[in-house]
């Protein structure tokens, strides 16, 4: 009965690709009918690295999270996870890999530590087995002592950590982490990106998706941003900041009556200090390798906003320039 | 079955762990109910000296292998619509399976596995309260248990093919309605199907209840023939096998996207 070749790693299990990346995918592309989910997206994800998907709602992340976890075939491309392919080996991966689903699978009726024990069965981890870690994986996730507790009365956050707990059954080195902290309160998100970073540490390679900018500066050595079903930029927070924002950002805040009447005035009297100039409904932004300085500028040409701060770029610059402002839905 | 398979099964056995006190319960107390009501109450006013619809037994004793089919059938019924739409849609159980090296054919044959399994407790607790009553004449009475199982599963596959099919539970309720309850009433349970009009009859013939209320009525009461029994038996047979068949299809449609 346990003779199933699923739960045995065969040669195959450990053999990488020449590249040595633990995810590698080229032209990867998923297509539900006539509509296109991922289309021709080349990544590749290194061994011990965090690697995070950015991009708004319908950009296609989740589709991608779901071909490497081997439940949604591609339509085209190449993926390969852990050195095997998903179509032939798709439950020798699964059986190596963690995933963090978006909307939560517990079952709300059992209690937290059946939830684990029961999903340590269905990697065929031997009953004992399965409870020790279990336990181990509560005092990970601070659930000790919720453990005979339902899931149904756990808070948002609690629900979140448990699933990650029971991602973490089988000793994933693949950890897969769709929007891990949509929805959580400041304290649950911090204490889960505390968790995922130990986790880390301890070598497992991480990929999450996020529309959280903070979350992926937090989390990620690498990233990706994608948008309409296509990756329009990769690199290190860092690299992303350097590449597609300026060094700082002015923000300025003027009455409304004067709004209209700055249309062209800002870019020329701010000639050469500013690398573009955005309006929006509310405020006036000024992207500057020196805020200061355009600051100056602007107050010396007689303009008096409202308001006006300084700050550092960041990478929600970065992704709202990339990915536009309307409103996807 | 698959190691995988069994982890499925046994995902269903730890979620029944909760309700069982209750579900052991009204299966005690459904045919003790059933039984005293009609087969001795409406029974006293159905026995007639000489009464050849019934085979000349008692009506009692003609009705509880027929009444211990339709359980079968009716807990089949439920087990297959909505804790499979469960597992796909509400606490979404299969989808959580899906993630580990579990594989949609290994859903099927676990959850499958799992209602023959509630099916055989319900058919054992059924006949057990039969022989409380004295409404069987034959030891072969036990292999009405098997039969019974083989009842429920004939409507088993095919009804969770038509779960993984379904958005909300709406279906379910036509099912019931129309299907279900009018084969319980109309399947040879209460009253030999030669009393329906003759335009009816052909369709009790090719529906799972009537072979499955025939063959367990054969083993309680010891009559029938052989050639009889292996008739009732394939179709029951051929009604598991291509459900199974149309489980696998649907589930995979259902859940692989």
Redesign the interface.
């Known amino acids: 009965?346990?003779?199933?070749p699923?739960?045995h790693r065969g040669p195959m299990a450990q053999a990488q690709s020449p590249e040595s990346s633990l995810i590698h995918a080229r032209g990867l592309t998923k297509r539900?009918g006539d509509f296109t989910a991922v289309d021709a997206i080349d990544f590749d994800v290194a061994p011990g690295e965090a690697f995070g998907f950015l991009g708004p709602n319908g950009a296609g992340k989740t589709s991608t999270m779901r071909m490497i976890?081997c439940?949604?075939?591609k339509t085209e491309g190449t993926l390969t996870v852990l050195g095997m392919e998903p179509a032939t080996y798709?439950?020798?991966i699964?059986?190596r890999i963690g995933?963090v689903?978006q909307?939560d699978?517990?079952?709300?009726?059992?209690t937290v530590r059946?939830n684990l024990v029961?999903?340590g069965?269905?990697?065929?981890l031997p009953r004992a087995e399965a409870r020790r870690r279990a336990d181990q994986l509560l005092d990970f996730v601070q659930l000790t002592e919720r453990a005979e507790s339902s899931v149904e009365p756990l808070s948002g956050g609690m629900k979140r950590r448990l699933t990650i707990a029971r991602s973490l059954i089988?000793e994933p080195s693949l950890l897969l982490l769709d929007e891990p902290t949509t929805g959580l309160d400041p304290q649950a998100r911090h204490l889960l990106w505390d968790r995922l970073y130990r986790l880390k540490q301890r070598g497992t390679t991480l990929v999450l998706t996020t529309h959280y900018m903070d979350e992926a500066e937090q989390l990620c050595d690498r990233l990706v941003v994608m948008d309409k079903a296509r990756i329009v930029a990769g690199g290190s927070p860092r690299e992303l900041i350097d590449q597609y924002s300026s060094r700082e950002v002015l923000e300025l805040r003027f009455a409304s009556d004067i709004v209209e009447s700055l249309d062209g005035q800002l870019e020329q009297l701010l000639d050469g200090r500013a690398e573009r100039v955005e309006r929006l409904p509310d405020r006036v932004l000024v992207y500057a390798a020196d805020g200061e300085a355009a600051a100056v500028a602007v107050h010396a040409a007689g303009l008096r906003p409202e308001s006006s701060l300084v700050r550092r770029s960041t990478l929600e610059d970065v992704f709202l320039r990339l990915t536009g402002r309307s409103l996807i839905e | 079955?698959?190691?995988?398979a069994?982890?499925v099964f046994?995902?269903r056995l730890?979620?029944y762990r909760?309700t069982f006190r209750g579900s052991l319960f009204s299966s005690f107390l459904q045919p003790a109910l059933f039984l005293t009501a009609m087969g001795v109450g409406l029974g006293a006013l159905v026995n007639r000296p000489g009464n050849a619809a019934l085979g000349g037994v008692s009506y009692l004793v003609f009705l509880a292998p027929g009444l211990l089919a339709g359980t079968a059938m009716q807990t089949a019924a439920f087990e297959s619509t909505f804790p499979v739409m469960a597992a796909i849609r509400w606490?979404?159980?299969y989808?959580?399976?899906?993630?580990?090296?579990?594989?949609v054919n290994d859903i099927v044959i676990g959850q499958l596995a799992w209602i023959a399994v509630r099916l055989t407790m319900v058919a054992t607790i059924f006949v057990a309260i039969m022989t409380l009553f004295g409404a069987t004449h034959s030891p072969a009475i036990l292999l009405a248990i098997p039969v019974a199982v083989l009842t429920g599963m004939a409507f088993s596959a095919p009804i969770a093919a038509f779960s993984a099919t379904q958005e909300n539970a709406e279906g379910f309720n036509m099912l019931f309605r129309f299907v279900i309850n009018p084969l319980f009433l109309f399947s040879g349970t209460f009253f030999p199907v030669g009393q329906l009009p003759a335009l009816l009859q052909p369709i009790a013939y090719v529906t799972p209840l009537y072979h499955g209320v025939a063959l367990a009525r054969q083993l309680s009461l010891g009559t029938g023939t052989v050639s009889e029994a292996i008739l009732h038996g394939g179709v029951l047979v051929a009604f598991v096998v291509v459900g199974v068949v149309a489980c696998l299809i649907t589930f995979r449609q259902r859940l692989?996207?």
């Open positions: 009965m346990t003779a199933d699923r739960y539900f976890g439940v949604s075939p798709g439950p020798l699964r059986a995933v689903p909307e699978t517990l079952d709300q009726e059992m059946d029961i999903y069965r269905y990697f065929n089988n | 079955m698959t190691a995988p069994v982890h046994e995902h730890v979620s909760r606490v979404r159980s989808v959580a399976m899906l993630a580990t090296p579990i594989g692989v996207k």
